[in-house]
């Protein structure tokens, strides 16, 4: 139904950074949260950054102080900024947007980007 552009994976050596970045083919100002999650192999599917529709934040405790997640609702975009990245951050990056009411929820994803931290 709605599809979404993940870019700015690849590889790169430890303590260096990458941006990510999830364009949506329609308007994100809506949705109650838009986030990313990865998943490493032989991993669960996990929560990494999520920003909210009045802006707020949480993030994962391992990637606390290095990612920021932001947002461009002009572009419907979603951003992660990514730091000092370690090997250990090293999978697949999904985009995630969510919303809805109670009667009425959706929830897309991206097809996922590969991040690999190695040097």
């Known amino acids: 139904q709605v599809q979404l552009v993940e870019s700015g994976g690849g590889l790169v050596q430890p303590g260096g950074t990458l941006k990510l970045s999830c364009t949506a083919s329609?308007?994100?100002?809506?949705?109650?949260?838009m986030g990313w999650y990865r998943q490493a192999p032989g991993k669960e599917r996990d929560l990494v950054a999520r920003?909210?529709?009045?802006?707020?934040?949480n993030y994962a405790d391992s990637v606390k102080g290095r990612f920021t997640i932001s947002r461009d609702n002009a572009k419907n975009t979603v951003y992660l900024q990514m730091n000092s990245l370690k090997p250990e951050d090293t999978a697949v990056y999904y985009c995630?947007?969510?919303?809805?009411?109670?009667?009425?929820?959706?929830?897309?994803w991206g097809q996922g980007t590969q991040v690999t931290v190695s040097s």
């Open positions: 329609t308007s994100i100002v809506s949705a109650n949260s």
């Open positions: 920003i909210t529709k009045r802006a707020g934040t």
């Open positions: 995630n947007v969510a919303g809805g009411s109670a009667y009425f929820t959706y929830d897309y």
